[in-house]
């Protein structure tokens, strides 16, 4: 007969229980006992054997100990939950959360955490080569021996004039010297050269050619020769001779120089138009 722990199916047996076990088999003759709950006791008439429903409580069935793996499993989930309270701690000390910017409560992804070098601006304070007369944007010129500054306030930028010799109010030359943002070198010179030449008569404009400048601070300079004959307001005509050169700096900046002679001068005097150049140069 199987062992059971709780009460069998049905209603239980009407006698009391006896003293050591669970009841006494009930009384009756040979065959099953009623309910079909066991074997009747052998003997007949209440000689049936103790223990219709099997033997009296024993001990429980023997339970197998915790591995020792088990309680690793949970020390080692108590350490973590130690730890993790104390991450929250340092946070809130730290003052970490809600009350930090986005930018830094997100980590900086791997790769970016490279600092650019902050943009560089334009140093226009005058140093040892700005000598002269100064243009803008820390851009000076020297003028050659001889030059004099135009009298006439409405040209922009600098205008200097080469007064004709023993002949006062009338002029060999002109160096002007102005500065845009609104164009590059090229188109700067190319646009002068328009300018100039459109006083003039029989205009002959040579090609735009790039100079070859030694300042690392001149990231582009473009230079155009023109002559023309220019018709004074007497009807007189005067045959000249010059040129544009536009130098650009690393910020966009243009300094243009716009520079003319007399053709009957120009052989011995562009050396000073040069020279003046050359001092623009030094400037950048």
Known sequence: MSQQYGPPPGPPPAPAPAPGGWGTAPQGGPGTAPGGWGPAGAGGAGGGRPGGWGPGPQRPPHQRPKSNK???IIMAGAIVAVL????????????GGKDKPVSQQTPDPVGTLFTPSPTPTPNDSKGPNDVGVEVGWGIWFTPAK????????????????????????LIDGYYWVRQTELYDAKSFAEHLVDIESASYQGVKIGKTVACSIPNPNITACYAVQYNGTYVTKTGAKIAMKGFVTAYQDKFKRVTATDAALEARVYARRVNELIYMNNSVVKSF
């Open 70 to 72: 088990t309680a690793w």
């Open 84 to 95: 993790l309270v104390a991450t929250g701690v340092v946070l809130l000390v730290n003052g």
């Open 146 to 169: 001889g030059w004099l500054k135009s009298p006439d306030k409405t040209y922009a930028g600098q205008n200097w004039i080469l007064q004709q010799f023993n002949a006062r109010g």
